[in-house]
């Protein structure tokens, strides 16, 4: 091969990498600008509504004015009971698929089914709720059946990103505990696990994301329409951000009266979704320099 043809082939490699990476980036900017606009759009209209008393009192007037203080409690419950019941088993059944169980026709059936429940529309999952906790279990309408429920939604991704947070962990950490006299056990919980904990934060990251904003599952199995008071305990129902914001903005007693407190809801419910990720990230980065040290 010639130098002036291994020039033009190297230069035509570099013009193909530069359109890839100019069309890569266009869409990552596109996504981007999307985003801060459907942001400043709802910040723009919620935050008028925004005062100590939009946050921290009952609504009033079928809905139209008062607050939203036991929608965020509701939220806040449903979003605590989900991960106390999904991030335990969620990790645990990554270490078991990534750390105990060999790969063959199992392994492979468990992680295609894990991967379908992730892409199950949640509707579904707010049956499932219904029809098991709710009617079978007699959980009825409560915050134990809807956490249970959004549990479950939340289970695969959990799952998925503990097993491939585990699986980045380089093999010679475990070799080297091994060598030195350390069980299976033991390795995971005191090597394996607190280098992987960082990465296995994401999963719990996203699901706190997820399920602080659906709708269908806690439709079926916990959500008030309206009950302007506090849960005193796990079978109570409660409001809920999402629900509230759907029925102000399609079904409430004066929708154009209580469009405000629509927008209103939504930027609360970002916020909410918003410093969840930020102190999760802040846990995340203090475990992820605690390793490096």
């Not at 991030?87 to 492979?108: A, H, M, Q, R, T």
Request: with cysteine; hydrophobic share 50%.
């Amino acid at each position: 091969m010639t130098t002036d043809k291994a020039h033009k082939i190297l230069k035509r490699k570099k013009l193909s990498q530069s359109i890839a990476f100019s069309i890569f980036a266009l869409i990552t900017a596109v996504v981007v600008l999307i985003l801060l606009g459907i942001l400043y759009f709802i910040f723009v209209r919620g935050f008028p509504a925004l005062s100590w008393k939009f946050l921290t009192t009952m609504p009033t007037d079928g809905m139209t004015d008062g607050g939203i203080y036991p929608a965020i409690i509701g939220t806040f419950c449903l979003i605590g009971g989900s991960m106390l019941f999904a991030f335990p088993i969620g990790v645990l059944s990554g270490i078991y698929l990534n750390e105990y169980l060999l790969d063959g026709k199992l392994k492979n059936f468990i992680n295609m089914m894990t991967n379908n429940l992730a892409g199950v529309p949640s509707i579904v999952f707010g049956l499932f709720g219904m029809a098991l906790f709710v009617n079978k279990l007699k959980f009825g309408d409560s915050i134990l059946a809807g956490s249970l429920t959004l549990g479950l939604l939340a289970l695969p991704v959990i799952i998925r990103t503990t097993e491939e947070a585990l699986k980045s962990v380089d093999d010679a950490f475990r070799i080297a505990s091994y060598a030195l006299g350390a069980s299976k056990l033991q390795t995971i919980r005191k090597v394996v696990l607190p280098i992987a904990f960082p990465n296995i934060l994401t999963g719990l990251i996203l699901s706190i994301g997820r399920v602080s904003g659906e709708t269908a599952p806690i439709l079926f199995t916990v959500a008030a329409y309206f009950l302007p008071k506090l849960p005193h305990s796990i079978y109570d129902q409660v409001m809920a951000l999402p629900y509230h914001l759907y029925v102000i903005c399609t079904s409430g007693t004066n929708i154009e009266a209580s469009r405000k407190m629509a927008y209103g809801t939504a930027l609360v419910l970002i916020l909410i979704v918003l410093i969840s990720n930020i102190l999760a990230g802040i846990i995340r980065n203090y475990y992820h320099k605690k390793n490096k040290i």
